[in-house]
Protein backbone atom coordinates (compact mmCIF):
# COMPACT_ATOMS: atom_id res chain seq x y z
CA UNK A 1 0.00 0.00 0.00
CA UNK A 2 1.00 3.87 -0.76
CA UNK A 3 1.73 5.93 2.09
CA UNK A 4 -1.56 7.11 3.81
CA UNK A 5 -3.14 10.14 2.99
CA UNK A 6 -4.98 12.50 5.48
CA UNK A 7 -8.47 13.41 5.96
CA UNK A 8 -9.12 16.68 6.78
CA UNK A 9 -11.81 16.27 9.45
CA UNK A 10 -14.22 19.63 9.71
CA UNK A 11 -16.21 19.74 12.61
CA UNK A 12 -19.67 21.45 12.21
CA UNK A 13 -21.34 20.39 15.54
CA UNK A 14 -21.42 24.22 16.86
CA UNK A 15 -23.04 25.43 13.46
CA UNK A 16 -24.87 22.80 11.75
CA UNK A 17 -25.35 20.63 14.81
CA UNK A 18 -26.60 23.56 16.80
CA UNK A 19 -29.26 23.51 14.04
CA UNK A 20 -30.55 20.48 15.40
CA UNK A 21 -34.31 20.76 16.43
CA UNK A 22 -34.32 22.18 20.18
CA UNK A 23 -30.31 22.23 20.44
CA UNK A 24 -29.20 25.61 21.77
CA UNK A 25 -26.64 26.13 23.05
CA UNK A 26 -25.37 28.69 25.12
CA UNK A 27 -21.84 30.50 24.04
CA UNK A 28 -19.86 29.49 27.36
CA UNK A 29 -21.13 26.03 26.26
CA UNK A 30 -20.03 26.13 22.84
CA UNK A 31 -16.02 27.43 23.98
CA UNK A 32 -16.07 24.64 26.32
CA UNK A 33 -16.94 21.72 23.50
CA UNK A 34 -14.69 23.84 21.05
CA UNK A 35 -11.75 23.45 23.50
CA UNK A 36 -13.12 19.62 23.58
CA UNK A 37 -13.32 19.81 20.07
CA UNK A 38 -9.02 21.06 20.28
CA UNK A 39 -8.42 18.20 22.54
CA UNK A 40 -9.71 15.97 19.87
CA UNK A 41 -8.11 17.46 17.42
CA UNK A 42 -10.33 17.97 14.69
CA UNK A 43 -8.69 20.13 12.04
CA UNK A 44 -11.07 22.78 11.14
CA UNK A 45 -14.12 23.97 13.92
CA UNK A 46 -16.86 26.19 12.46
CA UNK A 47 -17.75 27.83 14.95
CA UNK A 48 -21.34 29.81 14.10
CA UNK A 49 -22.79 32.06 11.43
CA UNK A 50 -22.13 35.59 12.66
CA UNK A 51 -24.36 37.15 10.55
CA UNK A 52 -27.61 36.02 11.94
CA UNK A 53 -27.74 37.27 15.40
CA UNK A 54 -25.20 39.02 18.01
CA UNK A 55 -25.18 35.91 20.17
CA UNK A 56 -23.69 33.90 16.98
CA UNK A 57 -21.06 36.57 16.27
CA UNK A 58 -19.90 36.34 19.86
CA UNK A 59 -19.79 32.77 20.24
CA UNK A 60 -17.68 32.82 16.88
CA UNK A 61 -15.70 36.09 17.87
CA UNK A 62 -15.07 33.87 22.02
CA UNK A 63 -13.74 30.17 20.27
CA UNK A 64 -11.40 32.52 17.58
CA UNK A 65 -9.81 33.98 20.56
CA UNK A 66 -9.51 30.88 22.76
CA UNK A 67 -8.26 28.07 20.17
CA UNK A 68 -5.52 27.04 18.19
CA UNK A 69 -7.03 25.10 15.33
CA UNK A 70 -8.70 26.70 12.07
CA UNK A 71 -12.14 28.00 13.32
CA UNK A 72 -14.39 28.70 10.28
CA UNK A 73 -17.43 31.34 10.31
CA UNK A 74 -20.12 30.70 7.45
CA UNK A 75 -21.44 33.25 5.43
CA UNK A 76 -23.49 33.64 2.71
CA UNK A 77 -22.29 34.62 -0.85
CA UNK A 78 -23.15 38.32 0.26
CA UNK A 79 -20.91 41.37 1.27
CA UNK A 80 -22.60 41.90 4.44
CA UNK A 81 -22.43 38.40 5.99
CA UNK A 82 -18.97 38.13 5.09
CA UNK A 83 -17.56 41.00 6.44
CA UNK A 84 -19.46 39.64 9.41
CA UNK A 85 -17.45 36.56 9.63
CA UNK A 86 -14.37 38.25 9.16
CA UNK A 87 -15.26 40.72 11.92
CA UNK A 88 -16.47 37.12 14.33
CA UNK A 89 -12.88 35.50 13.03
CA UNK A 90 -9.90 38.69 13.80
CA UNK A 91 -8.60 37.08 16.71
CA UNK A 92 -8.21 33.46 15.29
CA UNK A 93 -4.83 31.86 14.84
CA UNK A 94 -6.17 30.47 11.92
CA UNK A 95 -9.75 32.02 10.06
CA UNK A 96 -11.33 30.33 7.20
CA UNK A 97 -14.42 31.98 6.20
CA UNK A 98 -16.97 29.48 4.28
CA UNK A 99 -19.27 30.91 1.85
CA UNK A 100 -22.27 29.27 0.11
CA UNK A 101 -25.24 29.29 -2.71
CA UNK A 102 -27.38 27.58 -3.94
CA UNK A 103 -26.85 25.26 -7.00
CA UNK A 104 -29.78 22.74 -7.72
CA UNK A 105 -32.49 24.16 -9.97
CA UNK A 106 -35.10 23.84 -6.68
CA UNK A 107 -32.83 25.91 -4.99
CA UNK A 108 -32.14 28.26 -7.99
CA UNK A 109 -36.05 28.78 -8.65
CA UNK A 110 -37.33 28.64 -5.21
CA UNK A 111 -34.74 31.28 -3.47
CA UNK A 112 -34.40 33.64 -7.10
CA UNK A 113 -37.53 33.19 -8.26
CA UNK A 114 -37.86 36.82 -8.32
CA UNK A 115 -37.49 38.33 -12.08
CA UNK A 116 -34.15 40.91 -10.73
CA UNK A 117 -32.13 37.33 -10.82
CA UNK A 118 -32.90 36.75 -14.20
CA UNK A 119 -36.07 36.06 -16.30
CA UNK A 120 -34.64 32.39 -17.39
CA UNK A 121 -33.36 29.29 -14.77
CA UNK A 122 -30.33 29.96 -17.29
CA UNK A 123 -30.17 33.66 -16.43
CA UNK A 124 -30.22 32.84 -12.99
CA UNK A 125 -27.90 30.02 -13.12
CA UNK A 126 -25.12 32.53 -14.37
CA UNK A 127 -26.04 35.02 -11.40
CA UNK A 128 -25.51 32.39 -9.24
CA UNK A 129 -22.15 31.92 -10.47
CA UNK A 130 -21.11 35.49 -10.34
CA UNK A 131 -22.68 35.64 -7.07
CA UNK A 132 -19.85 33.04 -6.38
CA UNK A 133 -16.98 34.34 -7.93
CA UNK A 134 -17.72 37.71 -6.08
CA UNK A 135 -18.39 36.58 -2.87
CA UNK A 136 -14.98 33.98 -2.86
CA UNK A 137 -12.99 36.91 -4.39
CA UNK A 138 -14.49 39.31 -1.85
CA UNK A 139 -13.70 36.85 1.19
CA UNK A 140 -10.28 35.89 -0.24
CA UNK A 141 -9.20 39.91 0.01
CA UNK A 142 -10.06 39.50 3.74
CA UNK A 143 -8.21 35.82 4.46
CA UNK A 144 -6.28 33.12 2.44
CA UNK A 145 -8.46 30.45 3.64
CA UNK A 146 -11.47 30.47 1.64
CA UNK A 147 -14.20 27.41 1.23
CA UNK A 148 -17.16 27.53 -0.92
CA UNK A 149 -20.21 25.24 -0.64
CA UNK A 150 -22.63 24.32 -3.72
CA UNK A 151 -26.01 24.14 -1.32
CA UNK A 152 -27.82 21.12 -2.45
CA UNK A 153 -24.74 19.68 -5.07
CA UNK A 154 -26.58 16.56 -4.31
CA UNK A 155 -29.14 17.39 -6.48
CA UNK A 156 -27.10 19.92 -8.59
CA UNK A 157 -26.71 18.86 -12.76
CA UNK A 158 -23.14 17.33 -13.10
CA UNK A 159 -22.02 20.13 -15.61
CA UNK A 160 -23.39 23.00 -14.20
CA UNK A 161 -22.02 22.07 -10.50
CA UNK A 162 -18.57 21.74 -12.52
CA UNK A 163 -19.17 25.17 -13.87
CA UNK A 164 -19.92 26.91 -10.28
CA UNK A 165 -17.11 24.82 -9.07
CA UNK A 166 -14.55 25.82 -11.51
CA UNK A 167 -15.58 29.60 -10.75
CA UNK A 168 -14.99 28.90 -7.21
CA UNK A 169 -11.73 28.10 -7.50
CA UNK A 170 -10.72 30.25 -9.83
CA UNK A 171 -11.67 33.11 -7.44
CA UNK A 172 -9.31 32.00 -5.30
CA UNK A 173 -11.41 29.11 -3.01
CA UNK A 174 -8.75 26.61 -1.17
CA UNK A 175 -11.81 23.93 -0.29
CA UNK A 176 -14.64 23.41 -2.24
CA UNK A 177 -17.65 21.72 -0.38
CA UNK A 178 -20.47 19.56 -2.47
CA UNK A 179 -23.13 19.08 0.10
CA UNK A 180 -25.73 16.18 0.01
CA UNK A 181 -27.97 19.14 1.51
CA UNK A 182 -31.10 16.85 1.41
CA UNK A 183 -29.61 13.35 2.25
CA UNK A 184 -30.80 12.42 -0.85
CA UNK A 185 -27.79 10.59 -2.50
CA UNK A 186 -26.47 6.94 -2.90
CA UNK A 187 -22.92 6.34 -1.84
CA UNK A 188 -22.44 5.23 -4.86
CA UNK A 189 -24.25 7.67 -6.86
CA UNK A 190 -22.88 10.96 -4.84
CA UNK A 191 -18.99 8.69 -4.93
CA UNK A 192 -19.35 8.97 -8.94
CA UNK A 193 -20.34 12.66 -8.27
CA UNK A 194 -16.63 13.45 -7.23
CA UNK A 195 -15.21 11.66 -9.54
CA UNK A 196 -17.17 13.59 -12.26
CA UNK A 197 -15.96 16.25 -10.91
CA UNK A 198 -12.58 15.41 -10.57
CA UNK A 199 -12.55 14.81 -14.32
CA UNK A 200 -14.31 17.62 -15.21
CA UNK A 201 -13.38 20.61 -13.45
CA UNK A 202 -10.04 21.51 -14.77
CA UNK A 203 -8.30 23.70 -11.88
CA UNK A 204 -9.52 20.81 -9.30
CA UNK A 205 -6.36 20.24 -8.19
CA UNK A 206 -5.96 23.56 -6.61
CA UNK A 207 -8.61 23.16 -3.90
CA UNK A 208 -9.46 20.47 -1.24
CA UNK A 209 -12.78 18.74 -1.98
CA UNK A 210 -14.78 18.46 1.24
CA UNK A 211 -17.99 16.90 1.53
CA UNK A 212 -20.85 17.57 3.70
CA UNK A 213 -23.91 14.92 4.07
CA UNK A 214 -26.63 15.22 5.68
CA UNK A 215 -28.85 11.40 7.17
CA UNK A 216 -32.39 12.41 5.65
CA UNK A 217 -31.88 8.48 4.26
CA UNK A 218 -29.39 6.97 7.16
CA UNK A 219 -26.57 7.47 4.41
CA UNK A 220 -24.40 10.14 5.40
CA UNK A 221 -21.55 8.52 6.78
CA UNK A 222 -21.71 5.87 3.84
CA UNK A 223 -21.83 8.50 1.33
CA UNK A 224 -18.94 10.33 2.99
CA UNK A 225 -16.50 7.52 2.79
CA UNK A 226 -18.03 6.99 -0.81
CA UNK A 227 -16.79 10.68 -1.52
CA UNK A 228 -13.40 9.92 0.16
CA UNK A 229 -12.67 6.90 -2.10
CA UNK A 230 -13.31 9.05 -5.25
CA UNK A 231 -11.04 11.70 -4.45
CA UNK A 232 -12.43 13.90 -1.74
CA UNK A 233 -10.06 14.57 1.03
CA UNK A 234 -12.18 16.48 3.80
CA UNK A 235 -15.28 15.13 5.39
CA UNK A 236 -17.64 17.60 7.44
CA UNK A 237 -19.22 16.03 10.67
CA UNK A 238 -20.78 16.44 13.44
CA UNK A 239 -20.25 14.65 16.52
CA UNK A 240 -22.95 11.97 17.96
CA UNK A 241 -23.82 13.21 13.74
CA UNK A 242 -26.24 15.92 15.39
CA UNK A 243 -27.68 18.09 12.80
CA UNK A 244 -30.82 19.51 10.50
CA UNK A 245 -33.52 16.82 10.17
CA UNK A 246 -32.44 13.61 10.95
CA UNK A 247 -28.39 14.97 11.12
CA UNK A 248 -24.83 15.26 9.40
CA UNK A 249 -22.29 12.43 9.08
CA UNK A 250 -21.69 11.29 12.52
CA UNK A 251 -17.74 11.90 13.10
CA UNK A 252 -17.15 9.07 15.70
CA UNK A 253 -18.63 7.02 12.78
CA UNK A 254 -16.22 7.99 9.80
CA UNK A 255 -12.95 8.62 12.15
CA UNK A 256 -13.61 4.91 13.56
CA UNK A 257 -14.98 3.25 10.56
CA UNK A 258 -11.41 4.74 8.56
CA UNK A 259 -9.18 3.58 11.50
CA UNK A 260 -10.80 0.01 12.01
CA UNK A 261 -10.76 -0.30 8.70
CA UNK A 262 -7.58 0.83 8.11
CA UNK A 263 -6.88 -2.63 6.02
CA UNK A 264 -8.79 -1.49 3.07
CA UNK A 265 -8.41 2.26 2.80
CA UNK A 266 -5.36 4.23 2.36
CA UNK A 267 -6.16 7.11 4.64
CA UNK A 268 -5.83 8.34 8.06
CA UNK A 269 -7.31 11.34 10.64
CA UNK A 270 -5.68 13.39 13.07
CA UNK A 271 -8.32 12.60 15.30
CA UNK A 272 -7.55 11.28 18.52
CA UNK A 273 -9.85 8.77 19.65
CA UNK A 274 -9.69 8.36 23.24
CA UNK A 275 -11.32 11.64 23.41
CA UNK A 276 -14.58 10.59 21.25
CA UNK A 277 -16.15 9.37 24.00
CA UNK A 278 -15.88 12.87 26.22
CA UNK A 279 -16.83 14.79 23.17
CA UNK A 280 -19.70 12.69 22.60
CA UNK A 281 -21.06 13.17 26.25
CA UNK A 282 -20.25 16.86 26.78
CA UNK A 283 -21.86 17.55 23.39
CA UNK A 284 -25.41 15.45 24.42
CA UNK A 285 -25.38 17.23 28.16
CA UNK A 286 -25.26 20.84 26.72
CA UNK A 287 -27.60 20.10 23.78
CA UNK A 288 -29.98 17.42 25.76
CA UNK A 289 -30.23 15.18 22.90
CA UNK A 290 -29.81 12.13 24.27
CA UNK A 291 -27.99 9.63 22.38
CA UNK A 292 -29.70 6.79 21.35
CA UNK A 293 -28.26 3.07 23.27
CA UNK A 294 -27.55 1.46 20.11
CA UNK A 295 -25.64 4.23 18.31
CA UNK A 296 -22.15 3.01 17.03
CA UNK A 297 -19.64 4.03 18.87
CA UNK A 298 -21.10 6.28 21.96
CA UNK A 299 -24.10 4.75 22.70
CA UNK A 300 -24.02 2.76 26.00
CA UNK A 301 -25.02 -0.52 24.22
CA UNK A 302 -22.07 0.19 21.80
CA UNK A 303 -19.95 -2.56 23.55
CA UNK A 304 -22.53 -4.21 25.64
CA UNK A 305 -22.71 -7.94 25.72
CA UNK A 306 -26.49 -9.41 26.30
CA UNK A 307 -26.34 -12.99 25.31
CA UNK A 308 -25.01 -16.04 26.88
CA UNK A 309 -23.08 -16.95 24.05
CA UNK A 310 -21.59 -13.64 23.42
CA UNK A 311 -20.46 -12.77 26.57
CA UNK A 312 -18.69 -16.24 26.65
CA UNK A 313 -16.39 -15.67 23.19
CA UNK A 314 -15.73 -12.42 24.88
CA UNK A 315 -14.63 -13.84 28.06
CA UNK A 316 -12.19 -15.74 25.61
CA UNK A 317 -11.17 -13.58 23.21
CA UNK A 318 -12.88 -10.21 22.95
CA UNK A 319 -12.15 -9.84 19.27
CA UNK A 320 -14.72 -12.87 18.93
CA UNK A 321 -17.75 -10.06 19.27
CA UNK A 322 -15.94 -7.16 18.67
CA UNK A 323 -14.21 -4.81 15.99
CA UNK A 324 -12.86 -2.03 18.25
CA UNK A 325 -12.04 -1.72 22.27
CA UNK A 326 -14.12 0.81 24.48
CA UNK A 327 -10.51 2.07 25.31
CA UNK A 328 -10.03 3.17 21.87
CA UNK A 329 -12.44 5.42 21.95
CA UNK A 330 -12.17 6.69 25.22
CA UNK A 331 -14.81 4.48 27.10
CA UNK A 332 -14.09 4.43 30.40
CA UNK A 333 -13.45 0.69 31.86
CA UNK A 334 -13.35 1.38 35.74
CA UNK A 335 -15.85 3.73 37.03
CA UNK A 336 -13.82 6.55 39.53
CA UNK A 337 -16.12 7.50 42.41
CA UNK A 338 -15.69 10.71 44.12
CA UNK A 339 -17.71 11.51 47.50
CA UNK A 340 -17.77 14.09 50.26
CA UNK A 341 -14.39 13.83 51.49
CA UNK A 342 -13.45 13.94 47.90
CA UNK A 343 -11.45 17.60 47.74
CA UNK A 344 -11.74 20.47 45.54
CA UNK A 345 -7.99 19.20 43.96
CA UNK A 346 -9.45 15.61 43.42
CA UNK A 347 -12.82 17.58 41.26
CA UNK A 348 -11.08 19.88 39.32
CA UNK A 349 -8.45 16.54 38.26
CA UNK A 350 -10.97 14.55 37.26
CA UNK A 351 -12.74 17.35 35.42
CA UNK A 352 -10.15 18.08 33.22
CA UNK A 353 -9.81 13.96 32.54
CA UNK A 354 -13.58 14.67 31.59
CA UNK A 355 -12.58 17.33 29.01
CA UNK A 356 -13.43 20.43 30.97
CA UNK A 357 -10.72 23.33 31.21
CA UNK A 358 -12.16 25.72 34.05
CA UNK A 359 -10.78 29.20 35.71
CA UNK A 360 -10.40 29.10 39.40
CA UNK A 361 -13.62 30.99 40.01
CA UNK A 362 -15.55 28.15 38.28
CA UNK A 363 -14.33 25.53 40.23
CA UNK A 364 -14.90 27.30 43.21
CA UNK A 365 -19.11 27.34 41.54
CA UNK A 366 -18.59 23.81 40.85
CA UNK A 367 -17.74 22.76 43.96
CA UNK A 368 -19.86 24.23 46.15
CA UNK A 369 -22.52 22.24 43.60
CA UNK A 370 -20.10 19.54 44.14
CA UNK A 371 -20.71 19.22 47.95
CA UNK A 372 -24.19 20.21 48.51
CA UNK A 373 -24.57 16.68 46.30
CA UNK A 374 -22.37 14.60 48.12
CA UNK A 375 -24.01 15.48 51.09
CA UNK A 376 -27.55 14.09 49.57
CA UNK A 377 -26.05 11.22 47.55
CA UNK A 378 -22.68 9.47 49.21
CA UNK A 379 -21.08 8.75 45.66
CA UNK A 380 -20.61 10.61 42.84
CA UNK A 381 -19.80 9.31 39.60
CA UNK A 382 -18.56 11.22 35.80
CA UNK A 383 -22.20 11.13 34.77
CA UNK A 384 -22.98 13.40 38.23
CA UNK A 385 -20.14 15.54 37.26
CA UNK A 386 -20.94 16.12 33.59
CA UNK A 387 -24.95 17.17 34.46
CA UNK A 388 -23.27 19.60 37.26
CA UNK A 389 -20.97 21.04 34.83
CA UNK A 390 -24.33 21.42 32.42
CA UNK A 391 -25.80 24.00 35.01
CA UNK A 392 -22.47 25.57 35.45
CA UNK A 393 -22.53 26.30 31.91
CA UNK A 394 -25.77 27.50 31.43
CA UNK A 395 -24.88 30.80 33.19
CA UNK A 396 -25.74 33.63 32.40
CA UNK A 397 -28.61 32.71 30.35
CA UNK A 398 -30.32 32.65 33.34
CA UNK A 399 -33.40 35.25 32.73
CA UNK A 400 -35.86 33.03 35.50
CA UNK A 401 -34.34 31.39 38.31
CA UNK A 402 -36.27 28.32 40.47
CA UNK A 403 -36.02 30.64 44.32
CA UNK A 404 -38.23 28.46 45.91
CA UNK A 405 -40.30 25.23 45.52
CA UNK A 406 -43.46 23.52 47.43
CA UNK A 407 -45.69 20.29 45.98
CA UNK A 408 -47.49 18.24 47.75
CA UNK A 409 -49.55 15.65 46.74
CA UNK A 410 -50.61 11.62 47.66
CA UNK A 411 -53.23 9.67 46.63
CA UNK A 412 -56.19 11.28 48.45
CA UNK A 413 -55.26 15.09 47.61
CA UNK A 414 -55.09 16.75 44.95
CA UNK A 415 -51.31 17.77 43.41
CA UNK A 416 -50.24 21.58 44.43
CA UNK A 417 -47.49 23.67 44.05
CA UNK A 418 -45.78 26.81 45.25
CA UNK A 419 -42.70 28.71 43.47
CA UNK A 420 -40.76 31.46 43.37
CA UNK A 421 -39.64 32.76 40.47
CA UNK A 422 -36.67 35.47 40.30
CA UNK A 423 -36.33 37.40 37.92
CA UNK A 424 -34.10 40.44 36.73
CA UNK A 425 -36.36 43.25 38.93
CA UNK A 426 -38.16 40.64 41.52
CA UNK A 427 -39.46 37.67 43.15
CA UNK A 428 -42.72 36.51 41.82
CA UNK A 429 -44.42 34.16 44.12
CA UNK A 430 -47.52 31.73 42.35
CA UNK A 431 -49.75 28.73 43.48
CA UNK A 432 -51.34 26.34 41.09
CA UNK A 433 -53.10 22.75 41.32
CA UNK A 434 -52.83 20.15 38.45
CA UNK A 435 -53.16 16.61 37.30
CA UNK A 436 -50.02 15.79 39.09
CA UNK A 437 -47.24 16.87 40.57
CA UNK A 438 -45.50 18.23 37.85
CA UNK A 439 -48.79 19.62 36.00
CA UNK A 440 -48.79 21.53 39.07
CA UNK A 441 -45.26 23.21 39.30
CA UNK A 442 -45.37 24.00 35.28
CA UNK A 443 -48.63 25.71 35.83
CA UNK A 444 -47.66 27.78 38.80
CA UNK A 445 -44.24 29.16 36.82
CA UNK A 446 -46.97 29.94 33.56
CA UNK A 447 -48.90 31.96 36.46
CA UNK A 448 -45.80 33.14 37.36
CA UNK A 449 -44.53 34.70 34.25
CA UNK A 450 -48.18 35.19 33.04
CA UNK A 451 -47.33 33.15 29.58
CA UNK A 452 -48.58 29.76 28.03
CA UNK A 453 -46.42 28.31 25.94
CA UNK A 454 -46.54 25.26 23.83
CA UNK A 455 -45.13 22.04 24.95
CA UNK A 456 -43.74 19.52 23.33
CA UNK A 457 -42.33 17.23 24.96
CA UNK A 458 -41.53 16.31 28.55
CA UNK A 459 -38.94 13.70 30.03
CA UNK A 460 -37.35 12.29 33.29
CA UNK A 461 -34.74 9.72 33.27
CA UNK A 462 -32.23 8.55 35.65
CA UNK A 463 -28.62 9.59 35.65
CA UNK A 464 -26.83 6.89 37.23
CA UNK A 465 -28.06 3.90 39.36
CA UNK A 466 -29.31 3.61 43.04
CA UNK A 467 -31.86 5.62 44.63
CA UNK A 468 -30.27 8.63 45.29
CA UNK A 469 -29.38 8.91 42.05
CA UNK A 470 -29.68 12.49 40.02
CA UNK A 471 -33.05 12.66 37.56
CA UNK A 472 -32.26 14.64 34.49
CA UNK A 473 -35.78 16.64 32.91
CA UNK A 474 -35.68 17.63 29.65
CA UNK A 475 -38.68 20.43 28.72
CA UNK A 476 -39.00 21.05 24.87
CA UNK A 477 -41.18 23.96 23.70
CA UNK A 478 -41.98 25.43 20.56
CA UNK A 479 -42.16 28.98 19.50
CA UNK A 480 -43.19 28.61 15.59
CA UNK A 481 -40.92 26.12 13.72
CA UNK A 482 -38.22 26.80 16.69
CA UNK A 483 -37.86 24.09 19.37
CA UNK A 484 -36.27 24.91 22.72
CA UNK A 485 -34.81 22.38 25.11
CA UNK A 486 -34.11 22.76 28.79
CA UNK A 487 -32.48 20.72 31.00
CA UNK A 488 -32.67 20.31 34.58
CA UNK A 489 -30.86 18.34 37.27
CA UNK A 490 -31.45 17.26 41.14
CA UNK A 491 -32.14 15.01 43.10
CA UNK A 492 -35.49 15.60 43.19
CA UNK A 493 -36.96 15.24 40.09
CA UNK A 494 -39.71 17.77 40.34
CA UNK A 495 -37.02 20.06 41.07
CA UNK A 496 -35.34 19.47 38.29
CA UNK A 497 -38.55 19.35 35.91
CA UNK A 498 -39.08 23.48 37.22
CA UNK A 499 -35.61 24.06 35.94
CA UNK A 500 -35.53 22.64 32.72
CA UNK A 501 -39.05 24.23 32.20
CA UNK A 502 -37.45 27.66 33.18
CA UNK A 503 -34.31 26.95 30.87
CA UNK A 504 -36.05 25.92 28.11
CA UNK A 505 -38.21 29.42 28.55
CA UNK A 506 -34.73 31.25 29.10
CA UNK A 507 -33.69 30.18 25.51
CA UNK A 508 -36.27 30.61 23.94
CA UNK A 509 -37.06 34.44 25.20
CA UNK A 510 -32.88 35.02 24.63
CA UNK A 511 -33.57 33.43 20.35
CA UNK A 512 -36.77 35.74 19.99
CA UNK A 513 -34.54 39.08 21.59
CA UNK A 514 -31.16 38.35 19.72
CA UNK A 515 -32.15 36.31 16.18
CA UNK A 516 -33.05 38.07 12.77
CA UNK A 517 -34.67 35.23 10.95
CA UNK A 518 -32.66 34.80 7.82
CA UNK A 519 -33.67 33.56 4.33
CA UNK A 520 -30.94 31.71 3.38
CA UNK A 521 -29.60 33.62 0.07
O1 LIG B 1 -26.23 21.33 4.26
C1 LIG B 1 -25.68 22.30 3.70
O2 LIG B 1 -25.73 22.46 2.47
C2 LIG B 1 -24.98 23.25 4.53
C3 LIG B 1 -24.14 24.26 3.83
C4 LIG B 1 -24.30 25.62 4.39
C5 LIG B 1 -22.72 23.80 3.83
O3 LIG B 1 -25.04 23.16 5.74
ZN1 LIG C 1 -25.70 21.10 6.33
Known sequence: MKDKEKIWIFDTTLRDGEQSPGASLSTQEKVEIARQL???NVDIVEAGFPISSSVQFEAVQRIAGEVGITVAGLARAKEADIKSAYDALKDAKKARIHTFSSTSDIHILGKFGDERYGRTLEEKRQMVIKMTIDAVTYAKSLVDDVEF????????????LSDVIEAAIGAGATTVNIPDTTGYTLPKEFGEKIAELKKRVPNINDAIISVHCHNDLGLAVANSLGALENGARQVECTINGIGERAGNASMEEIVMALKVRGDLVN??????THEIYNSSRMVSVYTGLIVQPNKAIVGDNAFAHESGIHQDGMLKN?????????????VPQTKIVLGRHSGRHGLKSRLVELGYKLSEEEIQAVYEKFSALADKKKEIYDEDLRMLMGDEMFKGFEKYTLEYLHVSSGSNSIPTSTVIIKTADRSIQESSTGDGPVDACFKAIERALNIKPSLNSYSVRSITSGRQAMGEALVRIAEGQKHFTGRGVSTDIIEASAKAYLQALCLK????TNNQDLVTI
Do not use: F
Not at 267 to 272: E, G, L, M, P, S
Open 318 to 330: RQTYEVMTPESVG
Open 267 to 272: YYTDIN
Open 509 to 512: DEYM
Open 38 to 40: EKL
Open 149 to 160: SAEDAGRTDIGY
